[in-house]
């Protein structure tokens, strides 16, 4: 499954994303992951939640981010939630196309692997690929 916050650079995204993840944490039975760009909210997450820098990682476009992310699940078999911020740039999208392929994909090992993600997207609602609209659970 893939839930998505969507919504112009500095609208708030961020804040939405950090709180459901603090939530999750207190009713998950699993483990859950947070992947950003860089480590500046690491104080703000429960220290139960693992932050991923995926900066240091050599991600050059999708298709590497969504192996990434299937190495990631690989290695954890209690993982339940994956919460992505800042997904445009850490995924390396740039064009719509790219954008709903890749989440074609997230959703693929999301059900074969019962993983939910959390997606925060710097886009507006009506700029979310179509066959994506109705997984929009903020729009800001």
Not at 47 to 73: Q, T
């Amino acid at each position: 499954m893939v839930e998505l916050i969507v919504g112009k650079k500095g609208k708030g995204k961020t804040k939405v994303l950090l709180d459901k993840v603090n939530g999750a944490i207190k009713d998950a039975s699993g483990s859950i992951v947070y992947l950003d760009k860089s480590a500046k909210h690491m104080y703000e997450l429960n220290n139960k939640i693992r932050l991923i820098d995926v900066s240091a990682y050599p991600i050059k476009n999708a298709d590497e981010f969504v192996g990434f992310v299937c190495g990631i699940i690989s290695q954890d078999h209690d993982l339940e939630q994956i919460y992505l911020d800042s997904f445009l740039t850490t995924a390396k999208l740039t064009e719509k196309e790219e954008i709903s392929e890749a989440l074609a994909h997230l959703t693929e090992v999301g059900e074969h692997f019962n993983v939910k993600f959390v997606v925060s997207m710097s886009l507006d609602k009506e700029d979310v690929p179509e066959d994506f609209q109705d997984k929009i659970s903020v729009a800001l």
